[in-house]
């Protein structure tokens, strides 16, 4: 029989004394000598206070003998003995671990009533997260940045927690605390992490963000033989959740998640054209986007110019100049306002592609501008812009009437002036539709009440629905190379949703400049895992959001097994679950193992 008590003691270091606290345990040898072994220390950090400690070392000794608790305890003390137990049971099936090469069975006789399992911990999303980093070679990049192991331990649990487990730096330090066993994929105890700690390192990336980006980059280029020759350019805005009144770049302006009532800060993305991230850097809220432009594509310059592809929103005229000026091409959205149908007998070319709709494009040459111009019809966007277009109609059409009949109601808006206002909210809330409609309003005597209004619709002034245009300076693309070419911003625009809906980006909780900036770069850094996931699971024909596959992964765990041997001792057994076809199928397609973590046994 074993007793467990706690023992500070005193040590010296460099002239100095320091106490540390250590677990220690009683024994009787073999030749019934009472004898004392430290079975963990638990640092000089030991928070405990002394009166708790026998209550808790009690504690400690009940978990690992799987004896019942008798009394019930505070939370904090309950948490630290299963913490520490845990900790006691993982070394000692270290230290008495067998070396790899036995492979002998290992028969007892135990009750089979007594099983329990507990340290139920995910694994599965961890796994492939930390083996995606490791053929990135990023714990190596970090420690050539002078992080010790602790620091790049915290750095990785950073990241893969955004990616497992999205959220707040506070929500990622209490997942690593308490669901996660990255821990022992990393060989560390994230229960010694304090919040502070993990700030620290988050801001300590973003010192080093341009060395990092690059470096995954080049590797993520290398390993799928990447060409180099498209960039995709994009932004997009995240808000703040409080005032923000001490960060330099939060801004009021127009929000793309409709939250205008945030301050936001601005995300400007730029992707290969396999939506490999290659550069991030973070605006102020209400920057211009088109601004932006030579900013970023300057940071990119290498020994070739890619193919530079755009949305219509950063492709003003004055960006397209200086893009043709630095000697790149381009392909970008036109934004001419009137476009024509594509006829049937107009010559125009069939696009082949994975979808079952029907896409029709005519190139053709502007003399004016000496752009090749692809003017596209969709079938489905058609479908899609006129469906949207036919319920603006009605709505504007009803706003129209309601206020045709209140100038007969008492109450209702009858003033002139007051109607005309009334129509001009109408007007800038459905203008997408308001400009094909003529209204006139008649005025009584002394204009001073309108007693009618009268509307009609214009045909044929609407723009065509499922018709856009794309325009661009390189004069060697066909009909299906130009389309296929700009279809790839999807990626980019897929990539945003990715951040903000599965990468923790939004809302922000910080409020100082540098730790907005950190948080938004870790989810970067996450996107890097998580397209290197999705591409190689396309190659398997395997085609799900990353949301789909981290929930088809959250059940593979590591868990804990105890039962009561026939001489009273208990044997733990820690070990990973057996992945079901599902997460084996993950598995193979990513070429990782499918039984992360090894076996643990220990006896007490």
Known sequence: MFCMYIRKVTQKKTGKEYYTHRLVETYR????????????????????????????????????????????LDGAIENEAQNIAKRVIHRVAE????????????????????????????????????????????????????????????AIGSIIG?????????????????????????????????????YSITDKLLRYKKIIEEKLFQTEKKLFQLDEVITLYDLTNTYFEGRSL??????????????????????????????????????????????TLAEMINRLE????????????????ENLIWLKDNGYKYIVVSKKNKLEMLEDDDGSFV?????????????????????????????LKGKKEQGMRNQATQRY??????????LNKKGATKKYTKVLERLGRLKEKYKQISYTYEINVIAGEAQKNAIDIQWTHLEGKQKAAGVYCLRSNCDNLDEQKFWDIYIMLT?????????????????????????????????????????????????HGINESWETIRSELRTHSRITSTMKCEDGKKLHIRKTSLPNPRQLEIYRALNISASPAKTEKSIF
């Open 491 to 539: 990626e980019l625009e897929a990539a945003f949703r990715c951040l903000k809906s599965e990468l923790g980006l939004r809302p922000v909780y910080h409020q100082i400049t540098r730790r907005v900036d950190s948080h938004i770069f870790i989810s970067v850094l996450a996107y890097h895992i998580l397209h290197m996931i999705r591409y190689q699971l396309k190659r």
């Open 302 to 317: 290498g020994k070739t110019k890619p193919l530079v592809v755009l949305d219509a929103g950063i492709a003003t005229e």
């Open 95 to 154: 230290e008495k671990a067998p070396a790899p090469v036995q492979t002998e069975n290992d028969y007892r006789t135990v009750d089979l009533n007594s099983l329990e399992h507990q340290q139920i911990r995910q694994v599965g999303a961890e796994h492939a997260g930390y083996e995606i980093l490791k053929q990135l070679g990023f714990e190596q990049l970090l420690l050539e940045l002078d992080f010790n192991r602790k620091q790049t331990n915290t």
């Open 162 to 198: 955004r990616l497992a487990a999205p959220g707040s730096e506070r929500a990622t330090h209490k997942y690593l605390q308490t669901q996660s066993a990255l821990d022992e994929l990393l060989g560390c105890n994230f229960q010694d992490l304090s919040l502070d700690h993990l």
């Open 397 to 406: 059409e009803t706003e129209l009437k309601k206020l045709l009949l209140g």
């Open 29 to 72: 040898n073999t030749e019934s000598k009472v004898r004392q072994r430290v079975l963990l220390n638990l640092g000089t950090h030991f928070l405990i206070p002394p009166e708790q400690w026998k209550s808790l070392a009690d504690r400690i000794e009940e978990i690992i003998s799987g004896q019942q608790i008798l009394f019930p």
């Open 351 to 379: 696009l082949q592609h994975k979808k079952e709709y029907l896409i029709k494009a005519k190139l053709i040459k502007n003399q004016d501008t000496q752009e090749q111009e692809l003017y596209c019809y969709s079938e």
């Open 246 to 291: 001490v960060n330099t770049k939060a801004a009021f302006g127009r929000s793309k998640e409709k939250r205008s009532d945030c301050p936001l800060v601005t995300l400007a993305l730029v992707l290969d054209g396999s939506g490999f991230p290659k550069k991030s850097e973070v605006f102020a809220g209400n920057i211009s986007e088109p601004k």
